[in-house]
């Protein structure tokens, strides 16, 4: 089983095989040669603008993970789970 971490429904079209054969095209899906060109929205803009701070941010907060770690250790770690299952649904439904 391969593992892809792209979500979206062209995953498979994208995500790279072990035999590396190229991706045909689907026969009810033609491509144009040239795609016409297109305005670019202002918030695709500020993303692009954005986009090499945010790759500077790290993935995780160090200082939260020490805290988390500590309190874990000292046994003060509290976990509201009513909380916890009302987000939860809140996210996924």
Do not use: W, Y
């Not at 790290?58 to 770690?77: C, H, T």
């Amino acid at each position: 089983m391969e593992i892809s971490k792209l979500n979206s429904t062209i995953h498979t079209e994208l995500a790279t095989s072990k035999n590396k054969t190229p991706v045909t095209q689907v026969a009810d899906a033609p491509v144009p040669a040239m795609l016409p060109q297109q305005e670019v929205s202002d918030d695709c803009r500020l993303i692009e603008a954005a986009q090499p701070q945010l790759e500077q941010l790290p993935d995780f907060d160090l200082s939260k993970v020490a805290q988390v770690r500590q309190s874990l250790i000292d046994g003060s770690f509290k976990l509201d789970l009513e909380q916890l299952a009302e987000t939860m649904v809140q996210q996924h439904g």
